[in-house]
């Protein structure tokens, strides 16, 4: 099944995005899993909870509006491609997560794509490699973008929010450089209040 939303909107995350790749697919794919589900563009109150910071989620805050601004999208870091959406006003969502292994793509396949695009980005790759890994790239984003959604997640419904709404807290000043840093950020240290970076220089265990 190909990706059922238009060009024009695909076209658009990837320029939001700055280049397209594997990653951006998945979130997009992710995005019209959501809207198909849920109808999570036009949801009145929609929340994300992504378990990754990967290419994805720019996909997913332009496509559903769920953005860290609005405080409607949270990432919880458990590096997993996974995604619960949620509309909070018909009070039901989904998780999905991401199947790597995709008809006709091994785990070796996979890897070994991974492995060739880390040495491209880090400069280390031969100009024949770069080539292979482009052509690599291509070929995954072809896959993704092509596959069916029941192919690209295992995904469950949920009927309880995945997180509380977002909340205005008070700022505290530090004591250390003077910076205003919100209250449930600070850090109490020899009795004096502390951003994070203060707290790090004088923590020693951390």
Same mark, same amino acid.
Request: one cysteine or more; hydrophobic letters at 35%; glycine letters at 6%.
């Given at each position: %099944? ?8 695909? $076209? ?5 995005? &700055?280049?397209? !790749? ?12 959501? %809207? ?12 994300? *909870? ?11 805050? #332009?496509?559903?509006? !769920?953005?860290?601004?609005?405080? /409607? ?9 996974? #995604? ?13 997560? #991401?199947? =790597? ?8 396949? *996979? ?33 993704? %973008?092509?596959?069916?959604?029941? =192919? ?6 949920? =009927? ?28 109490? #240290?020899? &009795?004096? /209040?502390?951003? $994070?970076?203060?707290?790090? $220089? *004088?923590?020693?265990?951390?």
């Amino acid at each position: %099944m190909i990706c059922s939303l238009d060009k024009n909107s695909i $076209k658009k995350t990837i320029e939001f995005h &700055g280049h397209n !790749c594997p990653g951006l697919s998945i979130g997009i794919r992710a995005s019209e899993l959501a %809207m198909e589900e849920l109808n999570i563009q036009n949801a009145a109150a929609p929340v994300c *909870v992504t378990e990754t910071d990967m290419c994805g989620v720019d996909a997913i805050q #332009f496509l559903t509006g !769920c953005t860290f601004g609005k405080g /409607n999208m949270i990432h919880r870091d458990y590096g997993k491609s996974a #995604f619960t959406f949620y509309d909070r006003e018909a009070k039901k969502g989904i998780r999905a997560v #991401f199947n =790597d292994n995709l008809s006709g793509s091994s785990k070796a396949e *996979v890897e070994e794509t991974r492995l060739l695009m880390a040495k491209v980005m880090q400069g280390t790759a031969t100009k024949e490699e770069e080539t292979i890994a482009m052509e690599k790239r291509a070929q995954r984003i072809e896959q993704i %973008m092509t596959a069916s959604l029941s =192919d690209l997640f295992t995904f469950e419904e949920i =009927d309880t929010p995945p997180a509380r709404p977002a909340r205005i807290l008070k700022s505290i000043e530090c004591d250390t450089c003077g910076e205003m840093t919100m209250e449930s950020r600070v850090k109490l #240290f020899d &009795g004096k /209040n502390m951003c $994070k970076p203060c707290f790090q $220089k *004088v923590e020693q265990k951390i």
